[in-house]
């Protein structure tokens, strides 16, 4: 697999014309937004709510550097070691070191989407220490040596086909296609790895300042499991991820699991304040990483500042018509959709990324259903702007916009192009727009404009 | 200049402090019967609710080893009352004194008690602060759980200004272990137990 | 009160039928209103493909031309939007863009009061919502309440009324792809609906569902909101 954001336009085109994949996320995807709708319209307090969430999202970045630093505190006071990484190499360079001394050869890992950033499973597999993969949806992804390619639904572009045949293959056992089944072999297999693993890597939902809380919300059981046997506890997780107070989970526990999986309420959530030493099972040591990697570059643009509000949940990929169509893989990156178009240029790289921004038709679904109000449209409007300032659009562009600025600028010249074109259509040369003419029939300019017929009929109506 | 300074310096450099943190209100539920809400809500999510008068728990807890065919059990530690209605239940093994989490994840079924029931969304919440096993909420197939009804409140708010900040770890559990990972198919006990059952006395 | 209307470039040029319905009504109305010569382009074409510093240069001849007037009124949700939404971002000057500048529907019955035009379209129709006037304006009664109130008119709902037609200006060309699969599920459900004509507040949606019925065959006739409010 070689995507890539470059390839945006190529795996777009791929992936409408894979009936397979089409069925598996229109399924995957109707599915969630019908059930979201059902519990979202249900609390009458949803507008409130996604106020306050965003309200406590702009503050808490507002005073990032005050947050962090109390979250540090209160953490250390309970007993947690608090590191700080700049980028991915210097936080994988945390985890190693701390595998090294602690001899680790087997990592269970829960769902993390800042460990994907920095690509620390296929780091430690490199460095020799098996690390595995305990979501259901992030295990059959990892089997199949793919990405993920939505941020809450991991396996959402596989059918229950696609999943029994990776299984078989391989795991070995019997081809089966009953989702019961799968389950029950991927909790077999995983069971003993839990109960085998040196170390738990985690990510965090949500880290609480004021008690130095980690927290991690979920479904399976895999994080409390992961976070609760091994010895060893590391999380991982993005500067942003810090809220001010406790009770602002309650806000964001409505808000979560209702935009991520379109459920009232997850099915575990683990709040972690400390280790428990010569306790029966519980971590003797847990570890934070408080990851940067390009946050605060986020954070310098007021422009680009609400993205690191984002709680991860994944709504506004499901609601995006391009997503909906497109999946998640073929943005070639692993925050995909719209949100994943305003993260992937901004965090890794402008240049590589700079078709991403222009892969919406602003519709703004993405920002009606955001449950932290984030204005993504208009995010991926000022961020082709800035391909545009940043030179990286093409020449041809950039001339075609330059004479239309021309002509739209003096009515004269703008009525004098408008009557070439009428002219230049009347002898059958009209360019063929063959973007648009290859599936569309494009309109004719009328036979006289409204400012013609405003100037001779209507005009004197009006004197 | 390590990481740490160097985030914590830009960080600075971008404080704004123009928005206010909000106030949170809380919002109790009012004109609610919380038995019959928490009952509500906690088998819309799949939970098993029992409610039984206390000399009834026995029969209740053997019921349900009938029905799940459980042959080890694993309880925690009660009150002795409790205790000794436990050592009575028919099993081939009752575990209450496990010296790692490996002997309970052999273990069919757990026994255990909870801290509250949240009746606004039907969970059952654990804090940990004493030598209980975290794992044991988890690890087997079946998870009993026998509560006092006097442990349900009303929404999480209450239940964390009733414990502040002092815990090692808290654990809210709203229903079975569950994904939806294969074709949004629902299946239970992917990690934790595919059933829950709350006795309430 | 100074009423300036303002005719989009492309309503101006392709679709000069949908600025007479508008005068149409506005006159029935008896609303005295101006039609300055010199307009063009709101910008936003340059706008939503990143050249601001053009869409500025067009703003600030829009800004010429309708400073002046206390109401800005536009057949169009996409153009107003522009106005409405960008131009206090992209020139920052003293006109309170937000608040003198309305889509026609919206000033119809949020200005005037009015709830119907008189007109009279025996057809059935159905109500596409624009995502610019939906999601950007939040206009989503005002057009169907004044549809209601046509005489003889049957208004119909179309499944998911609400996703984009995929046009989305430069989009369309850029992604054709994506953008055709879009227009083409909004087709299936405008035909769905039984419906005889799809109307809207954008002529720019309609061109695009038009654009794809067309070369499929699809028995899909379009019609503005305007010409519709204005057949008395």
Redesign the interface.
């Known amino acids: 697999m070689n995507y890539t954001p470059q390839k945006f336009s190529i795996n777009a085109k791929r992936a409408l014309e894979n009936e397979k994949l089409r069925a598996n996320l229109t399924r995957a995807i109707k599915h969630t937004l019908t059930k979201r709708t059902e519990v979202v319209s249900e609390l009458s307090n949803w507008e409130e709510l996604r106020q306050l969430a965003h309200d406590i999202k702009k503050h808490t970045i507002e005073n990032l550097g005050y947050y962090l630093e109390l979250f540090e505190k209160r953490a250390i006071e309970n007993g947690i070691n608090v590191l700080w990484a700049k980028d991915g190499n210097e936080a994988r360079e945390f985890v190693i070191e701390i595998a090294k001394k602690a001899k680790a050869k087997l990592c269970v890992k829960s769902k993390s989407m800042v460990t994907e950033e920095i690509g620390l499973r296929e780091f430690l597999e490199e460095n020799g220490i098996e690390t595995v993969e305990t979501d259901l949806g992030e295990f059959i992804v990892q089997l199949a040596n793919e990405m993920p390619s939505h941020i809450t639904a991991p396996a959402m572009h596989k059918s229950r086909d696609e999943i029994g045949e990776l299984f078989a293959e391989k795991l070995g056992v019997e081809l089966t296609t009953e989702p019961e089944k799968l389950t029950a072999i991927a909790r077999k297999i995983l069971r003993e790895k839990f109960l085998n693993a040196d170390i738990g890597i985690s990510g965090a939902n949500f880290l609480v300042a004021e008690t130095g809380s980690i927290v991690i919300v979920e479904n399976e059981g895999n994080a409390g499991l992961t976070t609760t046997l091994p010895k060893i506890h590391i999380a991982i997780a993005g500067i942003e991820k810090v809220i001010p107070r406790l009770v602002d989970l309650t806000i964001f526990f409505k808000i979560l699991g209702r935009s991520a999986t379109a459920q009232r309420f997850t099915s575990y959530v683990s709040i972690i304040n400390s280790p428990r030493k010569n306790k029966p099972d519980s971590p003797e040591e847990i570890y934070i990483i408080l990851l940067d990697n390009g946050r605060t570059e986020l954070l310098k643009s007021e422009k680009l500042k609400p993205a690191l509000y984002c709680i991860k949940c994944g709504a506004c990929m499901l609601a995006c018509p391009v997503y909906q169509r497109v999946g998640g893989h073929t943005y070639g990156s692993i925050y995909p959709g719209p949100i994943g178009s305003v993260l992937t240029p901004t965090m890794f790289g402008f240049n590589e990324a700079k078709v991403l921004p222009f892969a919406s038709s602003l519709c703004g679904r993405c920002y009606e259903i955001c449950p932290v109000k984030i204005e993504i449209h208009h995010i991926l409007l000022w961020l082709r702007h800035e391909a545009v300032q940043k030179n990286l659009t093409s020449k041809l562009e950039k001339i075609v916009f330059k004479l239309w600025t021309i002509s739209m600028r003096n009515v004269k010249l703008y009525e004098l192009g408008a009557s070439l074109m009428r002219f230049v259509s009347k002898i059958g040369l009209q360019p063929k727009f063959k973007n648009w003419t290859k599936t569309r029939d494009f309109p004719q300019l009328a036979e006289k404009s409204f400012r013609e017929i405003w100037r001779k009929e209507l005009k004197n109506d009006f004197k | 200049m390590n990481s740490r300074e160097q985030i914590l310096k830009l960080l600075k450099q971008h404080q704004t402090n123009k928005t206010p943190l909000p106030k949170i209100d809380t919002t109790a539920l009012l004109n609610v019967n919380l038995v019959e809400k928490f009952k509500f809500e906690f088998e819309r999510v799949g939970g098993i609710f029992i409610k039984t008068a206390f000399n009834r728990i026995f029969d209740e807890i053997s019921k349900i080893i009938t029905t799940e065919n459980l042959r080890k059990i694993y309880a925690e530690n009660f009150d002795n009352e409790i205790n000794a209605i436990i050592k009575n239940l028919q099993v081939d093994e009752i575990i209450t004194q496990p010296h790692s989490y490996r002997q309970i994840s052999i273990v069919d079924a757990s026994i255990t008690s909870c801290d509250f029931l949240i009746a606004e969304t039907g969970t059952i919440v654990f804090i940990h602060r004493d030598e209980k096993f975290k794992s044991a909420v988890l690890l087997p197939r079946v998870h009993i759980i026998i509560a006092k009804e006097k442990q349900i409140v009303g929404t999480l708010e209450e239940v964390f200004s009733i414990s502040g900040g002092n815990f090692d770890s808290i654990f809210l559990i709203t229903g079975p272990s569950r994904t939806a990972d294969i074709e949004k198919v629902i299946v239970q006990g992917v990690h934790g137990p595919q059933k829950v059952y709350l006795i309430i006395v | 009160m100074k009423i300036g209307l303002f005719?989009p470039?492309y309503?101006?040029?392709?679709?000069?039928?949908?600025?007479?319905a508008t005068?149409k009504i506005l006159?029935k109305l008896g609303v005295?209103?101006?039609?300055p010569?010199?307009?063009?382009?709101c910008?936003q074409?340059?706008?939503?493909?990143?050249?601001?510093e053009?869409a500025k240069?067009?703003a600030e001849?829009f800004k010429n031309i309708f400073s002046d007037f206390d109401y800005i009124v536009s057949p169009s949700g996409s153009c107003t939007s522009m106005v409405k939404n960008f131009y206090p971002e992209i020139l920052q000057d003293s006109n309170d863009w937000e608040n003198k500048t309305f889509e026609l529907s919206d000033f119809l019955v949020n200005v005037l009061g009015v709830d119907s035009t008189g007109a009279e379209f025996p057809h059935t129709v159905a109500y596409h919502d624009s995502?610019?006037a939906?999601?950007?304006l939040g206009i989503k009664n005002e057009p169907r309440l004044l549809l209601r109130n046509v005489k003889k008119l049957k208004l119909v709902e179309i499944e998911n009324s609400e996703?984009?037609c995929?046009?989305?200006?430069?989009?369309?060309?850029?992604?054709?792809?994506?953008?055709?699969?879009?227009?083409k599920d909004k087709v299936k459900s405008i035909v769905n609906s039984g419906a005889e004509f799809v109307t809207s507040t954008d002529s720019s949606c309609l061109?695009?569902i038009?654009?794809?019925a067309?070369?499929k065959n699809f028995k899909v006739k379009i019609i503005h909101i305007a010409e519709i409010l204005a057949n008395f």
């Open positions: 005719i470039c309503i101006d040029q392709i679709y000069p039928q949908v600025g007479v005068v006159k005295k209103f101006d039609y010569l010199n307009q063009t382009c910008g074409p340059a706008f939503n493909t990143g050249y601001w053009e240069t067009i001849n995502c610019h939906l999601r950007e996703d984009c995929g046009f989305g200006g430069t989009f369309s060309v850029k992604f054709p792809e994506i953008s055709t699969e879009m227009v061109m695009h038009f654009g794809y067309k070369r």
